[in-house]
C-alpha cells in the first residue's frame, strides 16, 4: 500500500502520575512494546493514545467550555483524521511506528476533570484511540502522520 499523508501531530503530553497533571512536551521518544519515554507505564497495547482536535473542539463545543485538550489524557493530539479510520491500520510518525488497536473508552475519571464530560466522549472515538508502538524512534510536534499498513483480510 502506498503511504498517504492523514494528519499531523499538533501537540503532546504525558502523565506526571496517576491522575495527576499533564506536561506538554515538544519532542518525544518512544520504544516498541512500551510507551513514551517519561509517561505512566502502559500495556504493549496501549502504548500511545491518540485524541483528534476536530473531535475534541465538538466536545468543548457541546459542554460550552474551554477545556486543554490534555484533559482527556490523550498522549497526542492529532489534526486532519477521523479516528475511526485508523482502527487495525499502522501509522508513522516521525521515525516511530504504530499499530492503532482501539477505541480509548472514558472512564469515570472524565466526570471527575469536568462534569457530563464522560458521555460527550462516548460517540465517535471522541475519547481518542490507542495503540501499540511496533518500532522504537522519536516524534514531534509539527510531524506529518502516514498509514503505512492497512489491516489484512481474515480469511
Known amino acids: 500500500m502506498p503511504e498517504s499523508l492523514v494528519g499531523r501531530v499538533a501537540a503532546i503530553a504525558i502523565r506526571t502520575s496517576k491522575n495527576g497533571a499533564m506536561r506538554e512536551i515538544t519532542v518525544a521518544q518512544a520504544e516498541?512494546?512500551?510507551g513514551i519515554a517519561g509517561d505512566l507505564p502502559v500495556k504493549a497495547a496501549r502504548g500511545i493514545t491518540f485524541i483528534s482536535a476536530e473531535q475534541w473542539q465538538q466536545v468543548a463545543d457541546e459542554l460550552a467550555v474551554p477545556l486543554a485538550w490534555h484533559t482527556r489524557r490523550a498522549n497526542v493530539l492529532v489534526e486532519g483524521l477521523r479516528l475511526g479510520d485508523l482502527f487495525g491500520k499502522t501509522i508513522r510518525l516521525g521515525t516511530i511506528e504504530?499499530?492503532?488497536v482501539a477505541e480509548t473508552?472514558?472512564?469515570g475519571l472524565m466526570d471527575r476533570l469536568h462534569p457530563g464530560l464522560q458521555a460527550v466522549l462516548k460517540p465517535d472515538c471522541q475519547a481518542g484511540i490507542h495503540g501499540r508502538v511496533l518500532r522504537d524512534g522519536t516524534f514531534?510536534?509539527?510531524?506529518?502522520?502516514?498509514?503505512v499498513a492497512a489491516p489484512t483480510q481474515a480469511g
Do not use: T
Not at 140 to 147: L, M
Open 32 to 34: 516498541a512494546d512500551g
Open 98 to 100: 504504530v499499530r492503532i
Open 105 to 107: 473508552r472514558p472512564c
Open 140 to 147: 514531534a510536534v509539527g510531524d506529518r502522520i502516514e498509514v
